[in-house]
């Protein structure tokens, strides 16, 4: 018995499905729920073989969307959720009667291929479905539609004339052909539905009267998957495109037959017999084992040989080995015991086989990561071995580990010489000799490339006003406009052009004086109304506007501007070996002092501000570069600083990225603007309409940074490459 299991589920849903082969070449299937099951709903095809059960509100646990039988007609079962139900579909290799039984929660499902007596319950099922069908008086199909599922699937819904009708569902290339029995088509559904921009795998539906029956023609595009249920009397058929996975899958899994057709059609003939002429007819030496016995009845039309043979092998429970033009066969149980015998006699034969030493040395790799690699393999053997049976052993052997160290052998290295010195049977050095060939060879190189830069421009401006009046007596001349530079009185401003008396508050101003438009008073004190010059000016302008009754009026105005570009570009460069790290970092180290306590001296310690690349390539076998990169760019910045020290400023990126060769790429970047509007005033006087400027000072400035990390890799080429 084949016992297919998963895990359980809760509620009515589909756990296990086992299969049975009984006397008189009857297979029984039974599926297993986790409660009781629902009353399932059935029917069959019979081009291609199938029989469909649906169970309503079940869900299925079936972790394979499709389970190999092959036993006796029963080829392999499908289970599928679909509209709130699950439907198992058995494919079969020829269409039999079949029965249906629930017992507690299985649901047993037996085939009878040769209709062997007594099989009364086998029989039952087909006679009472076809009395069923033929008591229906004829009916018209009431609808035919197409819709369009949600995931792209293409459903063709068919109202048949009563839940009773019978439907027959085929395949002819790449149409189905829907036919329904013992009905007629109304006039106005004799038509064909266009429905190829719906993007499904459905081109075209096409409906028309065939004598008492109705014919619905489905043509496909597309590789499709295609399911049919019914729910009363709407009988639906449901096609979806396969998926790339599923179309390599069944190409993987498709039988191709090649060879010349014939045709056969016996009644009870001998299985040796129908051998024999298949032998005959294929020029092959043949040879049955003594276990080949029965007889077969069959019907084949145009076939080629080798399905031929196929279906009869399958249909007795044989198998065929073929060497040359020798073919070998045997009941399959018979051939899986002899070969697994023959393994077990090689098996020994190895274990008993001589040992040999060999000096193998070793030009790129290191000698003791090989040796490393060869004894882990052995010790993979040695514990699977110890836990399993001889079976598991044989195959995990083969499958996994053949080439390394057998369970004898044994391996050392010279470190001097790079050479490794092995003991094996001759089949496994030959094997590990292959390995190491293929080990041994150059490790690829990549020149990364890596480029920071840091860009930068700043804008400033400021404008600031002096203004002050001082008190005059003496002489009455009229007022005059004297203009000059600087702030301060010994900056040497121009000549005056009047004589201005400044009484008690300054100093007389002779024509041949310098003038400034900073007034002093004779403790040498500004005499200022507003002082809100531009803070370090590039540049002033000084006006004595003059002279109004016994008063000086004096303005400066101050101007500074500033702008500055800067770019910094940073590009280190480093060569390494395919998944090696490699780093390299430039710069400079900080000191970085530590105030000395009552408790202990002083003490300096260095933090690095240095320029670091720290990368490990991976060149993948499509010639591109996965980097794990680490860039960092840290700088003194000594405009700040605490207890002496300097601020560190940071710039880093850690990340993963996948390259072309030769591509250059953005890790990342930082974008920082900065915009400043400082404004200084007289309290309402600031405020005024035009003559507040004269109250007050405004500075703006505007800076921008920005940080781009770009890193290029380009793989080397070598003249040596694994062969």
Known sequence: ??????????????????????????????????????????????????????????????????????????????????????????????????????????????????????????????????????????????????????????????????????????????????????????????????????????????????????????????????????????????FRSLTQAEKEQLAREKIVFSGDRLSLNFQDIEVRAVLQLLADFTGLNLVASDTVSGSITLRLKEVPWDQALDIILKTKGLAMRQSGNVIMVAPAAELAERETFELEAQQQMKELAPLKTEFVQVNYAKAGDIAELLEGQREQTAEVAQIGNMETVHRVS????????????????????????????????????????????????????????????????????????????????????????GQDPGDGGIEGLGNFDAGPYGFDLEASAPFNSIIQNDEGAPNLWVNLPAPDPAGAVNFLLGKVGSHLITLELSAMQREGRGEVISSPRIVTADQTKAEIEVGQDIPVVTPATAESPATVRYEPATLKLDVTPHITPDDRVIMDLKVNKDEADFTFTVDGNPLRNRRAVSTSVLVDNGETIVLGGVYEATKDFNEEKVPWLGDLPMVGRLFKTTAKSETNQELLIFVTPKILKSDLAIR
């Open 398 to 485: 083969s499958q996994r580990v053949a080439p390394m160290l057998s369970s004898r052998g044994s391996v050392s290295f010279d470190p001097r010489t790079n050479a490794l010195i092995i003991e094996d049977t001759a089949e496994r050095l030959g094997a590990i000799r292959a390995l190491i060939t293929r080990l041994d060879v150059p490790v690829r190189q990549v020149l990364i490339e890596s480029r920071v830069v840091i860009a930068s421009n700043s804008f400033a401006r400021d404008l600031g006003v002096r203004f002050g009046v001082s008190g005059s007596t003496g002489s009455s001349s009229g007022n005059q406009l004297l203009v000059g530079g």
């Open 1 to 238: 018995m084949l016992f297919v299991s998963v895990t359980p589920a809760l509620g009515a849903s589909l756990e296990v499905a086992e299969f049975a082969t009984l006397p008189g070449n009857q297979v029984e299937i039974d599926l297993v729920f986790s409660g009781v099951p629902p009353t399932p709903s059935d029917f069959a095809t019979e081009n291609p073989a199938r029989i469909a059960i649906d169970f309503p509100g079940a869900s299925s646990q079936l972790g394979r969307k499709s389970i190999p039988i092959g036993l006796g007609v029963a080829h392999s079962l499908v289970a599928i959720e679909a509209s709130d139900r699950t439907r198992v579909v058995v494919n079969l290799t020829d269409s039999v009667p079949y029965t249906i039984k629930t017992e507690g929660s299985r649901v047993r499902i037996a085939l009878n291929p040769e209709s062997v007596a007594p099989a009364p319950l086998a029989r039952a099922r087909r006679d009472s479905l076809d009395s069923s069908f033929a008591a229906r008086s004829a009916g018209p199909v009431k609808d035919i539609d197409f819709r369009r599922g949600a995931d792209g699937e293409g459903r063709v819904i068919i109202s048949l004339p009563s839940a009773q009708t019978r439907v027959n569902v085929t395949e002819e290339g790449r149409d189905v052909i829907v036919g329904i029995s013992n009905a007629t088509l109304p006039q106005r559904l004799f038509r064909r539905l266009d429905v190829v921009d719906f993007g499904t795998p459905v081109v075209a539906v096409e409906s028309r009267s065939q004598g008492s029956n109705v014919r619905v023609d489905i043509q496909t595009t597309d590789e499709f998957d295609y399911l049919a249920y019914q729910t009363e009397n709407l009988f639906t058929i449901e």
